[in-house]
């Protein structure tokens, strides 16, 4: 469930698609959305979080295996790939989205999950995770971080991006701050969502990179 654009011109639903509650909505807006994903909205709004996510993470020493958490169309992957970084996984609530990745061949295995269920993984089956566009709101609030923290091992490195308008209003930093005791390092990283190509009112959207290790 990669960060959601507009259909169109990158731009016009963006507002709409923050406003998704239920995994239904969600499942079912990606999947009509699949096909069109990476050239409606990716080139478009030329999007480049789930490469600057992928970066950041690489750079702090990750081992394998990997779950992308909130995988879409495989953009996370595909820059882990390059960087040398696998074998990786990736789950996502839209099917329609993971067949999308499936043909981008960086993934060990994709799978069905809702983080605000219960993935198909067990406990620490995981070295580290990443994710780029999954935690905002009206997507994955900050509860689904637990289910993150669960599939990953002690010691484990996670990085994932958090909408910026969203940090204290959806409850992020509230979250975090809970966590103490439960992870380590905690820092967060600045991000621009899009590169010099994008406009409208979403162009110059930011958020953070919170990046920390499992106690």
């Keep these: 469930m990669g960060l959601a654009g507009a259909m169109g011109d990158g ?11 239920t995994p239904d909505d969600n499942r079912r807006h990606y ?15 030329d999007y480049r979080l789930p490469e600057r996510v992928a970066e950041v993470f690489v750079a702090e020493g990750p081992d394998a295996p990997v779950l992308d958490v909130g995988a879409g169309t495989g953009l996370v992957g595909v820059t882990l790939g390059a960087l040398g970084v696998g074998p990786v996984d990736g789950t996502d609530i839209s099917p329609g989205m993971l067949e999308k990745a499936a043909k981008k061949d960086v993934y060990r295995r994709l799978f069905e999950g809702d983080l605000l269920d219960r993935l198909p993984v067990d406990d620490g089956a995981y070295a580290s995770a990443v994710s780029a566009g999954t935690f905002t709101n009206g997507h994955v609030g900050p509860d689904g971080v637990d289910e993150v923290l669960r599939v990953v091992r002690k010691g484990g490195l996670i990085a994932l991006s958090i909408n910026g308008e969203h940090w204290e209003t959806a409850g992020f930093a ?7 005791g439960q992870i380590d390092g905690f820092r967060l990283v600045p991000v621009r969502y899009y590169g010099d190509q994008a406009t409208g009112a979403h162009a110059a959207d930011t958020g953070w990179i919170a990046v ?4």
């Design 174 to 180: 509230a979250k975090f701050a809970a966590l103490e």
């Design 11 to 21: 731009n016009d639903d963006l507002d709409a698609v923050y406003a998704l509650k």
């Design 212 to 215: 920390f290790r499992k106690q």
């Design 31 to 45: 999947d009509d959305w699949a096909e069109a994903y990476d050239s409606e909205f990716v080139e478009i709004m």
